[in-house]
C-alpha cells in the first residue's frame, strides 16, 4: 500500500490541489458564489441610491419653492395636505384606499 502511494505521490499531489483550488473557486470569500452573492446585493445598493437621489431632488425642489420667492400655491397645497383645511363653502372629502388613510 505504501509502495503504491510513493508511486502515485505526484497523482495524489495534484488531486488534492484540485479539489482545493475547485472548492475554494466556488465557496470561498472571494468565490464564484460569494461573487454573485455580492453582485445582487451591488445592485440592490444602486437601486436604493437611485430612489435616495431622486428623493433628494424632490426634497430639494420643495425646499427651493419655499426659500427663494415663497409660492403661495405651494402653500396652499400643504395646508390643504397637513391640515385638511378648506375655503368657506368647499367640502372636503377623505378617501380611503385599500383600508389605509
Same mark, same amino acid.
Not at 5 to 20: A, E, R, S
Not at 54 to 79: A, R, Y
Given at each position: 500500500?505504501?509502495?503504491?502511494?510513493?508511486?502515485?505521490? =505526484?497523482?495524489?499531489?495534484?488531486?488534492?490541489?484540485?479539489?482545493? =483550488? =475547485?472548492?475554494?473557486? @466556488? *465557496?470561498?470569500? /472571494?468565490?464564484?458564489?460569494? $461573487?454573485?452573492?455580492?453582485?445582487? &446585493? $451591488?445592485?440592490?445598493? &444602486? !437601486?436604493?441610491?437611485?430612489?435616495? /437621489?431622486?428623493?433628494?431632488?424632490?426634497?430639494?425642489?420643495?425646499?427651493?419653492?419655499?426659500?427663494?420667492?415663497?409660492?403661495?400655491? =405651494?402653500?396652499?397645497? @400643504?395646508? /390643504?395636505?397637513?391640515? @385638511?383645511? *378648506?375655503?368657506?363653502?368647499?367640502? !372636503? $372629502?377623505?378617501?380611503?384606499?385599500?383600508?389605509?388613510?
Amino acid at each position: 500500500m505504501l509502495d503504491k502511494i510513493k508511486k502515485n505521490y =505526484f497523482i495524489l499531489i495534484v488531486t488534492f490541489l484540485f479539489i482545493y =483550488f =475547485f472548492f475554494n473557486l @466556488l *465557496g470561498g470569500d /472571494r468565490g464564484l458564489i460569494s $461573487y454573485i452573492k455580492k453582485k445582487e &446585493i $451591488y445592485e440592490d445598493l &444602486i !437601486t436604493k441610491q437611485n430612489d435616495l /437621489r431622486i428623493k433628494i431632488q424632490d426634497l430639494e425642489h420643495k425646499n427651493s419653492l419655499l426659500t427663494e420667492n415663497i409660492d403661495l400655491d =405651494f402653500i396652499e397645497i @400643504l395646508i /390643504r395636505d397637513k391640515f @385638511l383645511f *378648506g375655503k368657506e363653502g368647499e367640502t !372636503t $372629502y377623505i378617501i380611503k384606499q385599500n383600508g389605509k388613510n
